[in-house]
């Protein structure tokens, strides 16, 4: 199963030989500055020159254990054989011809493997785009276009990340700095509280959250703000990213679903994180039960070649011709390695293995809570666990510099983990990664975050 044993013997990983960032890193990050827009935020300078199971390498001989699939992309591993091999044998026989203009059979035999799995009853179709942004802009204009331009508005949350394009950034809640500077967005975005249990914003008990929210949902927008017969679709998170790895209370997303179908409004599961084994189920909402009307997918779909996708009930997935298409959208190349991520993920059991070392490491971080006051909350599902820090227990103040301090010093021990929300840890390492090695990575997590209190407390 773990196929990068035959590369890196997993008692050597991870392997620090020089402190990162060594001279080599340092001369590409240098280079990276003056040629690219910065409008993104690196965690710390990590090079990557390879990766191969759940080992990332970079430029000075350094090998880390990628607890971050490269964003939670990569979860059947880093340059699976299996991967390689059939985007290989498709190159070698036709890299594009645009399925919005012609037809192939690559993206037949895929839509056929994804219907299998997607928890949606009945007959299903898709539409492929190029990112979870695109899907996220595909299935708003499916939802307002089955509608017939009658239910022109959108529901999101608070806290929820959809993409940083127009359409996706208007639904994205989670830091001011995604939305500031690109004003105005679009118009009829209704955001909403997600229910966060540790930090509820109704203040309710965390069993009780998801409760305040369907009410406030019922008295607060339906009755007082738009009526339910001009929203064309409510967009949730399973589980939310980059809010902060929230899970929601188990009785929301069902009871969500119930008030969607009573008024006639679709529910889209953003799935583009949470999909594809993270949660130890093929998708997050299986976890409650819930079937949606429409799943976007991107991210884990093709094993990190680009390729986004919505799948949804096929009456909803009507659009008329020439209303929508991508040119990119749905590339053989990306087809055929998504046909084999999800072979690989049912032939390697790692649904089962996330659920097995996902309960290890929540097992284990829970127990850091009786250690560390540090420590506020331990949440998730499979292999997507959000461990969040907090400065004070009783007013669960933030803690942003320890968060900064952790990630920084685990780097640097050759653990390369990320962080979400604004104080949380996110462990979200590729699928394939063994409890030997999750082990080891949360032993030296514990001693970094030995190192953070004492550092802080005496600070």
């Known amino acids: 199963m773990f196929y990068y044993y035959d590369r890196y013997d997993p008692k050597n990983i991870p392997k620090i030989v020089v402190e990162p960032p060594g001279p080599k890193s340092r001369e590409i990050i240098e280079r990276d500055h003056e040629l690219l827009m910065q409008s993104f935020v690196r965690w710390y300078p990590l090079v990557a020159k390879s990766g191969y199971g759940v080992v990332i390498e970079d430029f000075d001989g350094n090998l880390f254990v990628d607890l971050n699939s490269g964003i939670a992309v990569m979860n059947v591993g880093h340059s699976h054989p299996r991967i390689v091999k059939v985007v290989e044998e498709q190159v070698r026989k036709l890299i594009h011809y645009s399925l919005t203009d012609f037809y192939y059979e690559e993206v037949v035999e895929y839509s056929e493997s994804l219907s299998k799995i997607l928890p949606i009853p009945g007959k299903k179709k898709f539409f492929f785009g190029n990112s979870g942004a695109e899907a996220i802009e595909a299935a708003m204009k499916i939802s307002k276009g089955v509608a017939g331009g009658k239910r022109p508005y959108i529901m999101a949350f608070i806290g929820s990340f959809h993409g940083r394009t127009h359409g996706a950034m208007s639904l994205t809640a989670s830091k001011p700095a995604q939305r500031k500077g690109f004003q105005p967005l679009l118009p009829g975005i209704i955001h909403v509280p997600y229910p966060y249990p540790y930090r509820c914003p109704f203040h309710a008990d965390p069993e009780e959250c998801g409760d305040a929210v369907i009410g406030f949902i019922e008295e607060w927008i339906f009755r007082r703000m738009v009526d339910p017969s001009e929203i064309s679709a409510v967009f949730i998170e399973p589980i939310q990213g980059e809010g902060g790895y929230v899970v929601p209370p188990d009785d929301f997303l069902p009871k969500l679903r119930k008030l969607t179908r009573e008024n006639g409004i679709l529910l889209v599961a953003d799935e583009v994180q949470s999909g594809f084994g993270r949660t130890g189920k093929w998708f997050a909402v299986e976890n409650w039960g819930v ?28 659009l008329p011709p020439g209303s929508h298409a991508s040119t990119f959208g749905g590339n ?76 920084i010093k685990c780097f640097k021990r050759g653990v390369a983990v990320i962080g979400a929300g604004f104080s949380a840890i996110r462990i979200a390492p590729p699928l394939v990664i063994s409890q030997e090695i999750m082990e080891r990575s949360m032993d030296i997590m514990e001693e970094v975050l030995k190192e953070v209190v004492r550092e802080h407390s005496s600070a």
């Open 332 to 407: 053989p190349v990306a087809l055929k390695a998504g046909t084999e991520v999800i072979r690989i993920i049912k032939d390697e059991k790692l649904l089962e293995n996330a659920e097995k070392v996902g309960n290890y490491v929540m097992k284990r971080a829970r127990e850091w809570m009786d250690s560390y006051e540090i420590v506020g909350d331990v949440r998730g599902k499979g292999l997507m666990i959000g461990i969040e820090l907090v400065r004070n227990r009783k007013t669960k103040e933030y803690a942003r510099k320890e968060l900064e301090s952790f990630l």
């Open 291 to 318: 079937d949606p009307d429409l799943i976007t997918m991107a991210k884990a779909v093709a094993s990190g070649i680009p390729l986004g996708v919505v799948g949804g009930r096929e009456e909803v997935m009507n």
